[in-house]
């Protein structure tokens, strides 16, 4: 098992920038495919973007296309989502996932507690 923990989550006005985090521990990440979700209030969680074990490949839903981009430090076990031009509708809470070949989509089995990303208009 690894533990993730997100952090970099807050309250951003429209159009403003804020940088996800998630730290793993346990296990070293190499090996794990790792994505981000979100909830928001009343819906169901929905995959944000994902990217492979080695960073190689990465996945982009089309709601944050352009405006997020994912990446990751193997070598110091952190995972990042970078989130710009920031929009209302993007208020959620934001969880970091991770899983052992379940790039982009498949069942992760790893979560953290996610982290309040609050947009105002």
């Known amino acids: 098992q690894v533990q993730l923990v997100e952090s970099g989550g807050g309250l951003v006005q429209a159009g403003g920038s804020l940088r996800l985090s998630c730290e793993a521990s346990?296990?070293?990440?190499?090996?794990?495919?790792m994505a981000w979700f979100r909830q928001a209030p009343g819906k169901e969680r929905e995959l944000v973007s994902a990217?492979?074990?080695?960073?190689?490949?990465?996945h982009v839903e089309d709601s944050v296309k352009g405006r997020f981009t994912i990446s990751r430090d193997n070598a110091k076990n952190l995972g990042y989502l970078q989130m710009d031009s920031l929009r209302p509708e993007d208020t959620a809470v934001y969880y970091c996932?991770?899983?052992?070949?379940?790039?982009?989509?498949?069942?992760?089995?790893?979560w953290g507690q996610g982290t309040q990303v609050t947009v105002s208009s």
């Open positions: 346990g296990r070293t990440l190499t090996w794990y495919d």
């Open positions: 990217i492979s074990a080695s960073g190689g490949r990465t």
């Open positions: 996932a991770a899983g052992i070949g379940v790039y982009p989509a498949g069942h992760y089995r790893n």
